[in-house]
């Protein structure tokens, strides 16, 4: 009888796992579909953010998109969880508060983000001395699964040994790289989707990786003539290509050093201004940030502005770790960077006054012979106006070359916009330019 009566429960704990399956594959698919994931997106951003931070890090909320997962990390698992909430943790139910379209939108956005490990095993081997770099299946001595997906080189208790990771790594969809902070490291390897990453030379520390999803395999093997805790404790990040800026950890002691490093700088009340160095910008920038949610930079060697984003402005934390070295990040997204030409045609380098901050920053300078003061309006997430007063003779059309980017739209009324140039009307004594997102 007992026999019997578990024939329906094993037929249906399979039709729901085939069910599941089809919804993560539903959902997965999604991701594909920028519409769906900008929807996802906006309403992330209305309902989630607050708790889980707009970029996802985590807040009063979990972190949504690194590799631990409390309630379940398969996609049809977090449309369920994100349905039925968890009153008892102060998450509400929002089943009950928006379309299963627009759940699956925001499952699918939050799918687009994640980045670090998941389904992390390790294995760890006994080898015979220092000098052993041979990792055969007869000296393994333990395995199992990491279920924070951090590697953790603080396992072994053996003097000799070889340590052995493997899962899925989610790496950014721009160039990125796998880097040890160190030198001098114990032979590493590493192995994605199946083949070897060369190394430039037998002891470097940073490896090329595949953009989005991958297998990875990390091996690493020590001796006791590494007397160094940090040799034998390593800290690897993925970082961006020129490894400037570390985007996240994949080891227990990267990770607390990202923790340690994150330093919100934001514009709640009124806008804040900031003079460190930010990635994605040129050197000498200041940055302006606005309760609005938009933020600028102001190029001091240019005279222009090289620099448009949203979000909570910056994490400034890299750079008072990096001492200076380090770039702060962004805590939103791009209008115009560095890679974006937005600029002021002239004949000659121009001079930079001063700055004033009499509750809106103005930026006061000279490009050929005539003097500006640069200041902003109308900000939103969606945009801002840069103004511009005149404050000494011109004749002279002024001439901008604009940057060739489908995310931004650049309009005036002051002048006329033909292919990438703007050129505003002659003899203006005030003229305004308007960046928005399409």
Known sequence: MKKIGLIPLVLSMGIGNVQANEQDNKLISLTNNSSAVQGGEELFIQACAACHAKDLSGATGFNLKDGEWI?????????????????????????????????????A??????????NLTFKIYQMTDEKDVSVTADKLIKSGSLPKNLMDFEMPEVKHYALEFEGTLFAPKEP???????????????????????????????????????????QYIVGDNFKQDWKKNLALFVTNEDKSVKLFGLST???????????????????????????????????????????????????DVVGVWTGDMLNVGPNVDGRGKDGSIVLGDWFINKNDTFAMQSTSKCHYQKMTNKGIPAFFFNQ???DYQLTTSNQSTNGLSLNYQVLSKSASPVVFDLPNNEKVQI????????????????????????????
């Open 71 to 107: 309630h379940g990390e398969a996609p049809s698992q977090i449309l369920t969880n994100i349905k039925q909430g968890f009153n008892n943790a102060g998450m509400p139910a929002f089943g009950a508060m928006f379309s299963d379209k627009q759940l699956q939108e925001v499952t």
């Open 109 to 118: 956005f939050i799918i687009s983000k994640r980045e670090g490990l998941a």
């Open 176 to 218: 990125s790289k796998l880097f040890i902070e160190g030198w001098k490291i114990a032979p590493t390897t590493l192995h994605i989707d199946g083949q070897e990453v060369n190394k430039p030379f037998p002891q470097a520390t940073t490896w090329t990786l595949k953009p989005g999803k991958q297998h990875v395999k990390f």
């Open 253 to 303: 002691r990267s990770d607390k050093i990202m923790k340690d490093t994150k330093i919100l700088v934001t514009a709640d009340i009124k806008p804040v201004i900031q003079r460190k160095k930010i990635h994605n910008l040129p050197t000498y920038s200041i940055s302006v940030g606005f309760p609005e949610k938009i933020n600028y930079a102001f190029n001091t060697r240019s005279c």
């Open 368 to 370: 050929d012979g005539v």
């Open 411 to 438: 309009t005036s009324q002051d002048g006329v916009i033909k292919g990438n140039t703007l050129t505003i009307t002659p003899n203006k004594t005030s003229f305004s330019i308007n960046v928005s997102s399409k």
